[in-house]
Antibody, heavy 118, light 110 residues
Framework: QVQLVESGGGVVQPGRSLRLSCAAS????????MHWVRQAPGKGLEWVAV????????YYADSVKGRFTISRDNSKNTLYLQMNNLRVEDTAVYYC???????????WGQGTLVTVSS | VLTQTPLSSPVTLGQPASISCRSS???????????LSWLQQRPGQPPRLLIY???NRFSGVPDRFSGSGAGTDFTLKISRVEAEDVGVYYC?????????FGQGTKVEIK
């Protein structure tokens, strides 16, 4: 079955960096477009970034453009999100998600919490 | 912008529930498809796909969930609410970047 397991979250000070990882299994990772979506505590969902199956195309939300970088290693079935110059408003649960039929996001990981606080 | 109504929906077990999602612009893609989906997020859980392309139920989704609509107006219906349906429901569009979500509708039992 499809599994997406995020890691790398934690507490970090404003201005610092963090790298999230998402280990994928149960499907042919290298053939799927992948996304990051976040959810601030008690709030709704916000799309963050997307990467094509071969890394040739990447798109970002305006709120993270220039600070976050999405990447993937198809040999390791892993998706990444490098987050630099973090802000308090980046505090959220970050979900790794697979783009499937539709297109739409058809599978979500359990999420990893990032807290940006001084 | 996707606007959901109501924001909260107290429902009696076994009764129907309906959630509306209105888009500020048409969600019809240039390829003719409409990429409007519905998600369910149970308390403490990640979101789960229920419906894609307006009315297609995802694998394993009970048939008491149905989606309808066109253009800018869409509806998710639960024919008979069960206890496990408690949670927040989101509409989401993938017709244009950035993908966006409605603000969510909380379904709770009266």
């Amino acid at each position: 079955q499809v599994q997406l397991v995020e890691s790398g979250g934690g507490v970090v000070q404003p201005g610092r960096s963090l790298r999230l990882s998402c280990a994928a299994s149960g499907f042919t990772f290298r053939t799927y477009v992948m996304h990051w979506v976040r959810q601030a505590p008690g709030k709704g969902l916000e799309w963050v970034a997307v990467i094509s199956h071969d890394e040739t195309n990447k798109y970002y939300a305006d709120s993270v453009k220039g600070r976050f970088t999405i990447s993937r290693d198809n040999s390791k079935n892993t998706l990444y999100l490098q987050m630099n110059n973090l802000r308090v408003e980046d505090t959220a649960v970050y979900y790794c998600a697979r783009e499937g039929i539709g297109p739409t996001i058809d599978y979500w990981g359990q999420g990893t919490l990032v807290t940006v606080s001084s | 912008v996707l606007t959901q109504t109501p924001l909260s929906s107290p429902v009696t077990l076994g009764q129907p529930a309906s959630i509306s999602c209105r888009s500020s612009q048409s969600l019809v893609h240039s390829d003719g498809n409409t990429y409007l989906s519905w998600l369910q997020q149970r308390p403490g859980q990640p979101p789960r796909l229920l419906i894609y392309k307006i009315s297609n139920r995802f694998s394993g989704v009970p048939d008491r969930f149905s989606g309808s609509g066109a253009g800018t107006d869409f509806t998710l219906k639960i024919s008979r609410v069960e206890a496990e349906d408690v949670g927040v429901y989101y509409c989401t569009q993938a017709t244009q970047f950035p993908w966006t979500f409605g603000q969510g509708t909380k379904v709770e039992i009266k």
